[in-house]
T-cell receptor, first 109, second 113 residues
């Protein structure tokens, strides 16, 4: 079964600390993975896509097929990073996304 | 904002009443999706559309129906609202040139009392 798991509901860190939001997936085939972010009372927006191997707002994510993981990392958290983060897996030929349960990142001053 | 809007943005309704939510896009995207967002469940796909009059069920379609009579509008109907349908509903479109990237609307907060 295709599934995305984000094991942490809440991750609380202090400003300047490193951040790692975990994402594990289950998928038979070559996965396409994304991270979406939702700031308070705003719409979801795409943060990262694994195929482009980019760094956005200091965040990076590496696809590890052996561990079936796509963890999101940032070396130094900022207060403005506080948001809900969703990991998502592309599925099928109709463009469907399977989302994880989401992790709330709280960056304390 | 990629021209995607939702209406209404907030609605309170009573159990048993029908409710229709509208998603409107201005950029002629073929694929459109309806999700619900609930704590502990993330976003779950309700229904999606791959063209005018072409729709299919998602993961949590029971109690919901959809219609797409024009490219720009994708309607989600709760035939007889229940308290378990209290949620935030997001519409999304699939970005041009990408098999999976989606752009989301602002959401509709629905409360069923």
């Amino acid at each position: 079964a295709q599934r995305v798991t984000q094991p942490e509901k809440l991750l609380s860190v202090f400003k300047g600390a490193p951040v790692e939001l975990k994402c594990n997936y289950s998928y038979s085939g070559s996965p396409e993975l994304f991270w979406y972010v939702q700031y308070s009372r705003q719409r979801l927006q795409l943060l990262l896509r694994h195929i482009s191997r980019e760094s956005i707002k200091g965040f990076t994510a590496d696809l590890n097929k052996g561990e079936t993981s796509f963890h999101l990392k940032k070396p130094f958290a900022q207060e403005e990073d506080s948001a809900m983060y969703y990991c998502a897996l592309g599925s099928g030929n109709t463009g469907k996304l399977i989302f994880g349960q989401g992790t709330t990142l709280q960056v304390k001053p | 904002d990629a021209g995607i809007t939702q209406s209404p943005r907030h609605k309170v309704t009573e159990t048993g009443t029908p409710v229709t939510l509208r998603c409107h896009q201005t950029e002629n995207h073929r694929y459109m999706y309806w999700y619900r967002q609930d704590p502990g469940h993330g976003l779950r796909l309700i229904h999606y559309s791959y063209g005018v009059k072409d729709t299919d069920k998602g993961e949590v379609s029971d109690g919901y129906s959809v219609s797409r009579s024009k490219t720009e509008d994708f309607l989600l109907t709760l035939e007889s609202a229940t308290s378990s349908q209290t949620s935030v509903y997001f519409c999304a479109i699939r970005e041009w040139g990408s098999p999976y990237e989606q752009y989301f609307g602002p959401g509709t907060r629905l409360t069923v009392t």
